[in-house]
T-cell receptor, first 113, second 116 residues
Framework: SQQGEEDPQALSIQEGENATMNCSYK?????LQWYRQNSGRGLVHLIL?????REKHSGRLRVTLDTSKKSSSLLITASRAADTASYFC?????????????FGAGTRLAVHP | EAGVTQFPSHSVIEKGQTVTLRCDPI?????LYWYRRVMGKEIKFLLH????????ESGMPNNRFLAERTGGTYSTLKVQPAELEDSGVYFC??????????????FGSGTRLTVV
């Protein structure tokens, strides 16, 4: 079965506000990644956090990972209308020499001007 | 460098017909993956090629789906015969992995398949 469940399913905020999305997973992971999908376009890799890391920053993005709770959060600060997209977490499981990415259903973020 | 290219971007076919999706990975990427997103649900793994070999095809839904990667370059995913539940967005991704560290996959824009 798939793992990597995001919540909320949908989030609507005003420009300038922060957006927080959460992701939970079930089994041990090698790393956890966040992707963004703009409407009608492909998935864009945002950030990767390894299982031995607890927090990572990239521009306005902040990702945390709590392996004891099997959860991660993605924080987008000072949101912009251009951040409107679907956001997916994906857990990487290392097996047989390769990583396998398992995605969740995503969070639809709408940022209103 | 060119990204991952998928063709066609959209396809509308009738139930029972055959459709072939194509993916051109980033040059030099040995790993190629197919994923599918149906009806706004989770993005599901279909299969993973390492060069021309199928490393993992555990996500292929049934024998109506056939994936190939001749010569370890581009890949095709054929659905024959197509059923209504096959409708969705099919994503292809490629990566070049170093040991256990995956620096993220590069995805194509996807093929939106509609079976009517």
């Amino acid at each position: 079965s798939q793992q990597g469940e995001e919540d909320p399913q949908a989030l609507s905020i005003q420009e300038g506000e922060n957006a927080t999305m959460n992701c939970s997973y079930k089994t041990s992971i090698n790393n956890l990644q966040w992707y963004r999908q703009n409407s009608g376009r492909g998935l864009v890799h945002l950030i990767l956090i390894r299982s031995n890391e607890r927090e990572k920053h990239s521009g306005r993005l902040r990702v945390t990972l709590d392996t004891s709770k099997k959860s991660s959060s993605l924080l987008i600060t000072a949101s912009r209308a251009a951040d409107t997209a679907s956001y997916f977490c994906a857990t990487a499981h290392f097996s047989g020499g390769y990583n396998k990415l398992i995605f969740g259903a995503g969070t639809r973020l709408a940022v209103h001007p | 460098e060119a990204g991952v290219t998928q063709f066609p971007s959209h396809s509308v076919i009738e139930k029972g017909q055959t459709v072939t999706l194509r993916c051109d990975p980033i040059s030099g990427h040995d790993n190629l993956y197919w994923y599918r997103r149906v009806m706004g649900k989770e993005i599901k793994f279909l299969l993973h090629f390492v060069k021309e070999s199928k490393q993992d095809e555990s996500g292929m839904p049934n024998n109506r789906f056939l994936a190939e990667r001749t010569g370890g370059t581009y890949s095709t995913l054929k659905v024959q015969p197509a059923e209504l539940e096959d409708s969705g967005v099919y994503f292809c991704a490629s990566s070049q992995e170093v040991g256990a560290d995956d620096y993220g996959y590069t995805f194509g824009s996807g093929t939106r398949l509609t079976v009517v």
